[in-house]
């Protein structure tokens, strides 16, 4: 294995391969750990989300005690938030570069065809509007971040 991918980057590669073999049926795969302790480490796990568009048709979720994250690609989004299992803030992150134009439906403070990006606006410390969805519309990746109760 290439020592330019992280072991969790390894793990998803030898996962498909197992499904692929198995011919196993699954809706995503869910990842404990990987968002606590050194930042590199959580970066690192951020990016291999960004590598398992490439190794898995499946979305790919991380959670870590109280935290959820998930790399939504370009498109529009529909997430369910009335689970009870949710915290009370949320946040969307453009990680890898800026995306353009985000609009949002669902939130507090949602975006209207708004720019996200590092130095300008980042959406972080963000709620719900008790309406039990929120749509996220984006033409670029765009990490979405959500407290959750285990």
């Not at 995503?28 to 398992?52: C, K, N, P, Y």
């Amino acid at each position: 294995m290439d020592q330019d991918f992280t072991d969790f980057t390894k793990c998803l590669q030898i996962l498909q391969k197992k499904i692929e073999e198995k011919g196993l049926q699954i809706d995503l795969i869910v990842t404990l750990g990987g968002l606590g302790g050194r930042f590199d480490q959580t970066m690192a796990s951020v990016e291999t989300l960004f590598h398992a568009t490439n190794i898995t048709p499946f979305p790919v979720i991380v959670i870590q005690e109280s935290s959820l994250i998930y790399l939504l690609q370009p498109g529009k989004h529909k997430l369910q938030v009335n689970t009870g299992l949710e915290g009370s803030w949320c946040g969307l992150i453009p990680i890898g570069s800026s995306c353009d134009s985000v609009t949002t439906t669902g939130l507090r403070w949602n975006l209207a065809n708004q720019v996200l990006k590092f130095g300008t606006l980042v959406s972080t410390s963000n709620t719900y509007d008790n309406s039990g969805t929120v749509t996220i519309k984006t033409d670029k990746p765009l990490l979405w971040t959500m407290a959750i109760k285990l």
